[in-house]
């Protein structure tokens, strides 16, 4: 299981507001920079000779995966795919293939590189396809994990942070399609 993100305290980065919504500072970027780094090294250590295929989960993940390949020091490939499963700040629980995968996964280590692991309910959903299309491995590289959301028995072996159950934007992660470019990531402040 991943360590949990440290809150820090910003001096001078203010809240965000997002339609009716406050976010606070919550994990500055130093410290994202250098959880993404520490997995990456992971992965180098795991996937050395193995050619594997990183399948980055749009939107969200766009952020994370472009930091964490510039860390790989093997060789691999990068497909993107998208999914929805998302509503605002509920999960909907129905998960919908939007681009599909058609690349051929045959015999290859699959890494599916995700933002965030809230329920798990898209992961869960996903892993049986890319088996199902024939793939040798198949693990779970995330940012952000909220143990305590999580309604599916899924295996995450690599995460580089957890989080309590929070509503977070920032780093690639949005509210309402929003908050996506921010370097640090924010918390909901609840009023
Ligand atoms: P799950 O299927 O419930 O695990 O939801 C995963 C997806 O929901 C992630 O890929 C994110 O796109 C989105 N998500 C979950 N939690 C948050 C959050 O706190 N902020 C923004 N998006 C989130
Ligand atoms: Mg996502």
Redesign the pocket.
């Known amino acids: 299981m991943c360590s949990f993100a440290l809150k820090f305290a910003f001096s001078n980065t203010s809240m965000i507001t997002i339609k009716d919504k406050q976010f606070e500072p919550f994990i500055h970027h130093e410290q994202i920079a250098d959880r993404v780094a520490a997995l990456a090294e992971r992965l180098n250590a795991d996937y050395q000779g193995k050619n594997p295929i990183l399948i980055a989960?749009l939107?969200?993940?766009f952020m994370f995966a472009a930091d964490l390949v510039r860390h790989l020091n093997f060789n691999h490939e990068i497909q993107f795919a998208k999914f929805s499963?998302?509503d605002g700040?509920d999960?909907t629980g129905k998960?919908t293939e939007l681009i599909g995968l058609s690349i051929d996964l045959k015999d290859r280590d699959v890494i599916v590189v995700?933002?965030?692991?809230?329920?798990?309910?898209?992961?869960?959903s996903l892993l049986p396809k890319l088996r199902e299309k024939g793939a040798k491995s198949v693990e779970i590289a995330a940012l952000l994990m909220?143990p305590g959301?999580l309604?599916v028995p899924i295996d995450v072996k690599y995460c580089a942070m957890q989080i309590p159950n929070?509503?977070?934007?920032g780093y690639g992660?949005?509210?309402d399609g929003m908050g996506r470019n921010y370097q640090d990531i924010y918390v909901v402040k609840e009023n």
């Open positions: 989960i939107n969200g993940a499963s998302y700040m999960t998960v995700e933002d965030i692991i809230d329920t798990g309910t898209t992961m869960y909220k959301k309604q929070e509503f977070i934007v992660l949005d509210f």
